[in-house]
């Protein structure tokens, strides 16, 4: 079974900063789709970045981008120039391409970002 | 598309109720997932479906829960009776067939048994 484990339940920096969310996995599959969702509090569900394993380069987003480590089996996600409406949860998930095509989340991150 | 539609956004109910979310997963999309969110254990997969068959409930925690999906249009997930403890937010989620295709969530029923 896979597993996705988020170890900072919390952070918070200034506005404008850069911060980086960590995100570590383990599977045995070699084929699979690695989110970071963001839960403002509305409690909706988000995507924010999506990465493909076969692909090398990191994926981006205006200001977020992933660094994925496939071999350590690490998807961190980088917020920059970040912004008082990035205040929210950070969930991390893994999605394997054979067989069940569930997503896993990790515990998540909250993250706040202060005036 | 209105995206993935849950109903109600509330509820609070007596211990001992039955209760009956429903959702209204996005058009032409084959897959659709309830999620249960609460503080000690984040997102948990309870059941999803492919094509209106359930294929994993391993989540599903106890008998008091199922789940069905008459059509492509419409789902539930039914707990019966209610207890305290089963108190989270339920979310409903659907995808496409498609690899490159994301979850999209619908805005969650907050659950609270007293």
């Known amino acids: 079974a896979q597993t996705v484990t988020q170890s900072q339940p919390e952070m918070s920096v200034q506005e404008a900063e850069t911060v980086t969310l960590s995100c570590t996995y383990d599977?045995?599959?070699?084929?699979?789709?690695l989110f970071w969702y963001k839960q403002p509090p509305s409690r909706q569900m988000i995507l924010v970045i999506r990465q493909e394993a076969y692909k090398q380069q990191n994926a981006t987003e205006n200001r977020f981008s992933v660094n994925f480590q496939k071999a350590a089996k690490s998807f961190s996600l980088k917020i920059s120039d970040s912004q008082l409406g990035d205040t929210a949860m950070y969930f991390c998930a893994f999605m394997k391409l054979e067989g069940a095509q569930k997503l896993v989340f990790g515990q998540g991150t909250r993250l706040t970002i202060n005036p | 598309d209105a995206g993935v539609i849950q109903s109600p956004r509330h509820e609070v109910t007596e211990m001992g109720q039955e209760v009956t979310l429903r959702c209204k997963p996005i058009?032409?999309?084959?897959?659709l997932f309830w999620y249960r969110q609460t503080m000690m254990r984040g997102l948990e997969l309870l059941i999803y479906f492919n094509n209106n068959v359930p294929i994993d409930d391993s989540g599903m925690p106890e008998d008091r829960f199922s789940a069905k999906m008459p059509n492509a249009s419409f789902s539930t997930l039914k707990i019966q009776p209610s207890e305290p403890r089963d108190s989270a937010v339920y979310f409903c989620a659907s995808r496409d067939q498609g690899l490159n295709t994301e979850a999209f969530f619908g805005q969650g029923t907050r659950l609270t048994v007293v």
């Open positions: 058009s032409g999309h084959d897959y």
């Open positions: 599977t045995s599959e070699n084929n699979y789709y």
